[in-house]
């Protein structure tokens, strides 16, 4: 397998050795994407996200295209590929005109062998203290996943011991910074490529998002050990419908603070097993396999 990753990021972080990389910054125009193509002379394309899909379908020739459908489902973007690879059931609904074949494949953990951390180890790495309730958020900071509703819901609860540990980077970053710098229970820890096992250092991971087709840092909670409050997105409900987690309106802070007072007050016991099993990593691979055979099959 050959990855062309156009920003060269965290991209790499998240490979299998034995995975090619390679970074093109001009990747989204079709005549680099189709040089690279007749070099790599891949049997599949899999994209992630509109663009890419749009870009990939232009330079695609006869190579069968599948995207992995992340948010809302645009036409413009997914009506041309080979398939569309769906990351929970709630898509299906907007997906009513497409007319080529489809699958769910949930997400799944980066890794099922991740060493895990014990509490006092992952707060060692992190900085925390021993004797405070951690409250966590691991993710992309901008508005869309309620970074802002986050920091009012917590600056609300005036507890001296209780804390907010960051782990992420993105637009919101100088927001979190200074939100940091003014309140000493808040913690910024930058991007963190073992952010998975650092979650064992939490009391409960918050996901205040305000848009979630899936929320994959909810099952790396879980195999954590770690409770979560996540807002009521689609993507939320779908993947802890079944494990009592306490969920929120979304863009409620108030809400939010009365949720995370209740779980500093009784933390919650949840059977993390219950949900993993659903989402299990060989199973969601050999789904995939399964619809790249198809695919193939029918070009």
């Known amino acids: 397998m050959t990855v062309l990753d156009p920003l060269g990021h965290h991209t790499r972080d998240a490979l299998n050795p034995s995975t090619q990389y ?15 193509l007749h070099r790599i002379k891949p049997d599949i394309i899999h994209v992630h996200q509109g663009k890419a899909a749009r870009v990939a379908n232009k330079a695609k020739g ?4 599948v995207a992995t459908l992340h948010g809302t489902y645009a036409a413009k973007s997914f009506a041309r590929c080979d398939g569309i690879v769906r990351v929970a059931d709630h ?10 074949p489809s699958t769910t494949i949930s997400n799944w953990l980066v890794s099922s062998n991740i060493e895990p951390l014990s509490k006092a180890a992952a ?15 691991v993710g992309r900071l901008a508005s869309v996943k309620g970074i802002n509703d986050l920091l009012s819901a917590f600056g609300a609860i005036k ?33 963190r490529a073992d952010a998975q096992q650092l979650m064992a250092a ?15 840092v909810l099952l790396e909670a879980f195999a954590a050990g770690c409770p979560v409050i996540a807002t009521e997105t ?21 809400k939010l603070t009365d949720a995370m007072r209740e ?3 009784a933390p919650s016991n949840l059977d993390f097993g219950k949900t993993l099993k659903r989402y299990k990593r060989r199973t969601q691979i050999e789904r995939a396999l399964d619809f790249y055979a198809h695919l193939t099959a029918r070009a």
Do not use: N
């Open 91 to 100: 898509q299906i609904a907007e997906m009513a005109g497409y007319r080529g």
């Open 234 to 254: 689609k993507g939320a409900l779908e993947v802890l419908d079944g494990s009592g987690a306490r969920t929120v309106p979304i863009g409620d802070a108030q």
């Open 263 to 265: 779980e500093r007050q």
């Open 62 to 65: 006869d190579i069968p295209v």
């Open 123 to 137: 707060r060692a790495q992190l900085g925390l203290p021993d004797d405070e309730f951690i409250f966590g958020f």
């Open 159 to 191: 507890s001296p011991d209780c804390a907010l540990s960051i782990i992420g980077d993105g637009s919101a970053r100088g927001l979190v910074d200074k939100a940091s710098k003014a309140d000493r229970r808040i913690h910024f820890h930058g991007h």
């Open 22 to 36: 390679r970074r093109v910054p001009r990747l989204f125009a079709a005549p680099p994407l189709r040089w690279h």
């Open 202 to 216: 939490f009391d409960c991971l918050v996901l205040p998002s305000h848009a979630e087709a899936f929320g994959l």
